[in-house]
């Protein structure tokens, strides 16, 4: 079930990005007076077919939803007949080719605007940006950040949530920049500057969870040391703990929190203890190796065993973002724009060899964020079909023969040349453009499967 709900959310996903895209190419292309022959969503064999409006537009939806297409009247495409030679796309003046070519791309920005705006209306969920345990021998540690600190700017940004510190950040890591400052309050009301030294984390950290590598981690909330989840096979599940049981003591030492609990058990890596439980109104000793496992160089202890979730104390963490329509559409437009420098910044660094490639995603890692984030909510959602809008955007836009960038650049081309390129170089650098294509394909989904293997 888990593995159709990601399925059928990247495909709705594709769905609602190729029909905005596609949109985009046939609007502008009826604008423009050119006739529509057909307009499908996925390639292959027809789900779904239906003529439609005074030109008898096909709307198809296809097998394949990788993609969609808008067929138009063009002589280079096949016969067409003398009283309809002013609706073909071939024989519209430059700029009008162009503008039906860009609609497309634009279209995609145009959906990202909107979905951005409708989030920051409604309102966006996020951490609270509050320290967590600082670990020794970290940059953190090293810049004197204390546990219990809020965040609230880098480098004069202002900063709500720790997703805002994470896109920060990472910014910098891509820029190569080896220190940022960062100012924090803490819970007295005194403010702090500290420079955090970057040095230490790779461009290919990034999609990692980066953040804990400098030292910088979420502040846990307070919770019971009471049994949510045990594992199976794990030790908690060997010596008999259960679901529901509350931990009061270990080896006689009282516990008051769940990060209580974790501290002592870490301690104690293949050393035989003692629990005491609480477990039905009735105080049970039970007695538990904890199985060894490696942190980083460090041996630490775990017993496989996972705390009941405190809603109310995490509720306390969250913060709810939203703004005026005026302003979240302001907001919108910034973010868009700042997604879009972002993309065109790593596919830059990835050419000229400063970013791994292996940070390039293919489909199978997209369909598992479509249904990550499907799982989450419609909130989170919407944010995933804003951020890959862009990304579809950029992508089509990129001047490689094929994509609507590639007979952009023809167009620019014809414009200072003042004739068209001929076919015959149209038609070499549609085949380069498709090794082009082939080999990005395969880079990604090679990625995809790595990351799959590896985990």
């Known amino acids: 079930m888990s593995l159709l709900f990601t399925i059928l959310s990247f495909i ?9 895209h596609e949109l985009g190419h046939y609007l502008v292309a009826r604008w423009s007076g050119v006739k529509v022959l057909r307009f499908s969503i996925g390639f292959g064999q027809p789900l779904f077919k239906k003529r439609l409006g005074k030109d008898q537009t096909e709307w198809v939806i296809a097998a394949l939803p990788l993609g969609g297409y808008v067929k138009m009247l063009d002589e280079h495409e096949g016969e067409v007949l003398p009283q309809e030679l002013q609706r073909a796309f071939n024989r519209q003046p430059v700029i009008k080719r162009f503008a039906i070519v860009a609609a497309g791309p634009i279209a995609n920005f145009l959906l990202a605007i909107l979905l951005y ?3 920051f209306i409604s309102g966006v969920s996020g951490l609270k940006p509050i320290l967590g345990p600082i670990k020794p021998s970290t940059p953190a540690a ?6 219990g600190e809020t965040i609230v700017k880098i480098e004069n940004e202002p900063v709500v949530t720790w997703q805002d510190v994470r896109w920060l950040v990472s910014t910098h890591v891509i820029d190569r920049n080896p220190e940022v400052m960062v ?10 500057w500290r420079k955090l030294d970057l040095s230490s984390v790779d461009t290919d950290d990034v999609n990692a969870n980066f953040l804990e590598k400098i030292g910088l981690v979420n502040y846990p909330p307070n919770m019971a ?9 794990g030790a908690g599940d060997r010596a008999g703990l259960h679901v529901g049981d509350e931990i009061l003591a270990v080896d006689n030492k009282g516990i008051s929190y769940w990060e209580e609990l974790v501290k002592e058990i870490r301690a104690m890596p293949g050393q035989s203890l003692t629990l005491e ?5 009735k105080t049970i000793d039970i007695p538990i190796t904890p199985d060894k496992a490696v942190d980083g160089n460090a041996e630490i202890g775990k017993i496989g065993i996972a705390p009941r979730i405190d809603q109310e104390a995490i509720t306390k963490l969250l913060v709810n973002v939203s703004y005026p329509a005026g302003t979240a559409l302001l907001k919108a437009l910034d973010k868009t724009w700042e997604m879009t420098f972002f993309t065109l910044r790593m596919l830059g660094k990835m050419v000229m060899g400063e970013v791994s490639w292996k940070n390039m995603s293919g489909p199978i890692t997209i369909a598992d964020y479509a249904g990550q984030s499907a799982k989450m909510g419609i909130i989170a959602y919407l944010g995933f079909l804003a951020l890959i809008s862009v990304s579809l955007g950029v992508l089509n836009l990129l001047p490689i ?16 040349k003042g004739a068209p390129l001929s076919e015959k170089t149209v038609a070499i650098g549609q085949q380069i453009g498709m090794v082009m294509l082939f080999t990005l394909m395969v880079f990604a989904i090679y990625n995809d499967i790595y990351r799959l293997i590896s985990g």
């Open 12 to 20: 709705v996903a594709l769905g609602v990005l190729i029909t905005f």
């Open 142 to 147: 090293f810049s004197a950040f204390k546990e």
């Open 183 to 192: 100012e924090t309050v803490n819970p007295q009301g005194e403010v702090f």
């Open 277 to 281: 439980v609480l477990r039905d109104g």
């Open 225 to 233: 040391p009471i049994i949510g989840q045990v594992i199976t096979g």
């Open 117 to 119: 705006w409708l989030l």
């Open 401 to 416: 023969p094929v994509l609507d960038g590639g007979h952009l650049m023809y167009y620019v081309i014809e414009i200072f």
